[in-house]
């Protein structure tokens, strides 16, 4: 592992976090649009500009505390607004809408490990380019990967939630749904008792793996930040 100081630790992590964050949030905003609801749209969401999506706590205050801590860099943006009712089929259509944010984060992590490929091949080729290449597609990777895991589990407000809530029956749902003011709660409690670690490195481990297999990646490359 290598050791940055706190602005190399900004400058690597700063755009993929930010491209995380947002695309994630127009995506679900872009495929509710698709099927029929014009909030996201309306109110100007639809942009990757970041000030638009920008939330103080979980684009600034967290990602900024986990580097000056050392651990690992995630964050969230403000959630992008859809009217449930104006979805053309709306139990149906608001699991692709919910679906939409995680499955941005799974094109973006591929994205980013060809840049961490392509910077790779320049630093075995001397260009001085290649180095922050790779660092920033390896951070684009792992924020992106978290990202995709955490919000595909099924805990309200996340998006795994939303998915799941679609397929089960009305008063099932409903019920279901209920838990949604206490998830906050839970996701902090799954992260005290260690339970949300040991649900999540599997599942990212997994995802790293079929990167580093499917671009012919170093297999300890993940483990550089």
């Known amino acids: 592992m ?48 970041p000030f638009k999506h920008i939330d103080p706590i979980g684009t600034v205050l967290v990602p900024g505390l986990l580097l000056l801590l050392g651990g690992f860099v995630f964050g969230w943006a403000k959630p992008v607004p859809v009217s449930y009712q104006n979805l053309h ?48 597609g390896v951070a684009g990777v792992l924020i992106n990967t978290m990202l995709m895991m955490l919000n595909l589990l099924p805990i309200p407000p996340l998006d795994g939630s939303r998915v799941l809530s679609s397929w089960l029956p009305g008063p099932v ?31 990212v481990s997994a995802m790293l793996n079929l990167l580093v297999m499917v671009f012919g990646l170093p297999a300890q490359i993940f483990s550089i930040l």
């Open 89 to 136: 089929q709306p139990k149906r259509d608001m699991a692709w809408v919910a679906a939409a944010g995680p499955a941005a984060n799974f094109i973006m992590a591929v994205i980013w490990a060809i840049v961490a490929k392509l910077g790779l091949m320049l630093i075995h080729a001397d260009i001085s380019l290649g180095q922050p290449m790779m660092f920033m």
């Open 173 to 203: 749902a409903y019920k279901f749904s209920r838990i949604e003011p206490y998830g906050f709660f839970i996701l902090l409690g799954l992260l005290y008792f260690g339970i949300l670690s040991l649900i999540l490195w599997p599942l």
């Open 2 to 49: 290598f050791e940055f100081s706190l602005v190399q630790k900004i400058i690597i992590w700063a755009i993929p976090v930010l491209f995380a964050i947002t695309v994630h949030e127009v995506a679900h905003g872009w495929v509710a649009l698709k099927l029929g609801d014009r909030t996201a749209q309306m109110l100007g969401r639809l942009t990757l500009n």
